[in-house]
């Protein structure tokens, strides 16, 4: 059953000079399946907010991971891994020794500091080795996800796609945060056994360690890797980025010469 007359519309018909009166339902659908559609586009509001949310989460999380690998390099380099200060049996002489990754320093009360890099890989202790392997790895892949991350990010155009592109940015967040636990793991490790054998009667009091600035700065830096890594991954979802689905509604066939197609009038 047609529904009752919405719309009218007079078409003239020129053999016999009659005006035929057609209805024209409005809210009819069509019957045509092959007809055109039209795309009813998302909110460009909504679009520019997702798109500023994500770039805003890029920048942050960006900006903490570059901090981060700075402090793994930093960490990495310098001595103070494990620390001790001792007043040996003459009171007058004081010092400090520093067992870094790569040397180990000698600190004078006078302020003279004598270093010396570790000749031998193997003859260095378990934690010393491992911690050398995983931080090094842990700077290399911070190189590697800042590269990453900076060709998905939305302020280059090396990538064209932002489907691909916000795919690259989460991987480069995913990166970020291995790099985080690789660093952690030796971190962990060396702490716990400094604290051991710190508290083992059996170790002498020089021999003795206390947890150095460069264990602490470590610490520091796997936060924000681990932070910012997670803020990349976030700006990767289709909630931030506003990728909402184009939906299709249908639309009238339009004839060469301007008008409706008649076939959809009675």
């Keep these: 059953m047609r529904s009752p007359l919405i719309g009218l519309k007079f078409v003239w018909r020129r053999s016999s000079g009659v005006s035929v009166i057609n209805e024209e339902p409005r809210n009819a659908a069509p019957s045509n399946p092959l007809q055109k559609t039209s795309a009813v586009r998302p909110d460009p509001q909504s679009c520019r907010t997702g798109a500023m949310l994500a770039a805003c989460l890029e920048f942050l999380g960006l900006a903490l991971c570059v901090t981060g690998s700075l402090l793994v390099m930093v960490a990495c380099g310098m001595p103070m891994w494990k620390v001790t200060a001792f007043i040996d049996t003459n009171i007058v002489v004081a010092q400090t020794i520093w067992d870094g990754l790569w040397m180990s320093c000698v600190v004078q009360s006078t302020g003279q500091m004598q270093c010396k890099v570790h000749d031998s890989i193997l003859a260095l202790s378990q934690d010393l080795q491992t911690a050398r392997a995983l931080t090094v790895i ?11 991350t900076v060709a998905g990010a939305q302020c280059t155009n090396c990538i064209k796609d932002e489907t691909v592109k916000a795919r690259v940015v989460h991987a480069g967040g995913v990166i970020y945060i291995i790099s985080g636990l690789f ?3 030796p971190l962990c490790w060396m702490a716990n056994n400094i604290i051991v054998d710190f508290h083992n009667p059996q170790i002498p009091p020089s021999k003795k360690r206390e947890i150095g600035a460069s264990i602490y700065i470590g610490w520091a830096a796997t936060a924000l890797l681990l932070l910012g890594g997670t803020l990349l991954c976030c700006s990767f979802s289709q909630g931030v980025r506003g990728s909402y ?6 639309t009238k066939t339009i004839t060469a010469n301007g008008d409706f197609d008649k076939k959809h009038y009675v």
């Design 245 to 250: 689905p184009i939906k299709y509604v249908p």
């Design 138 to 148: 842990s700077a290399v892949l911070g190189v590697v996800a800042l590269t990453v």
């Design 183 to 185: 660093v952690l793991v």
